[in-house]
């Protein structure tokens, strides 16, 4: 497994986790007084606000999982093209 992917599973995975605990605290919630209308708006709107950055996180993994498919398929290419050599410098 390339340092790449490892790299990425470790992120996806950390990133994951901390949006799981986050969804978990909005659904969750606190408990206290009844809800007013007021307040059950409000909830909805901080629910939303949570699961947005949610939705969005999965989007940015699945581009990067994509992204990193197509580098390692170019890798291969890339390997038998002649080494960039550097001017050395005075």
């Given at each position: 497994?390339?340092?790449?992917?490892?790299?990425?599973?470790?992120?996806?995975?950390?990133?994951?986790?901390?949006?799981?605990?986050?969804?978990?605290s909005?659904?969750?919630?606190?408990?206290?007084?009844?809800?007013?209308?007021?307040?059950?708006?409000?909830?909805?709107?901080?629910?939303?606000?949570?699961?947005l950055?949610?939705?969005?996180?999965?989007?940015?993994?699945?581009?990067?999982?994509?992204?990193?498919?197509?580098?390692?398929?170019?890798?291969?290419?890339?390997?038998?093209?002649?080494?960039?050599?550097?001017?050395?410098?005075?």
């Amino acid at each position: 497994m390339s340092a790449e992917r490892v790299l990425f599973w470790i992120s996806a995975v950390v990133a994951m986790a901390a949006e799981l605990f986050i969804l978990r605290s909005a659904f969750l919630g606190r408990s206290g007084p009844a809800r007013t209308d007021a307040s059950t708006a409000r909830r909805a709107v901080e629910i939303a606000w949570t699961v947005l950055p949610a939705v969005a996180l999965v989007v940015v993994l699945l581009f990067t999982w994509r992204a990193l498919q197509r580098y390692e398929a170019a890798m291969p290419a890339l390997a038998d093209q002649a080494p960039v050599s550097l001017p050395a410098s005075s």
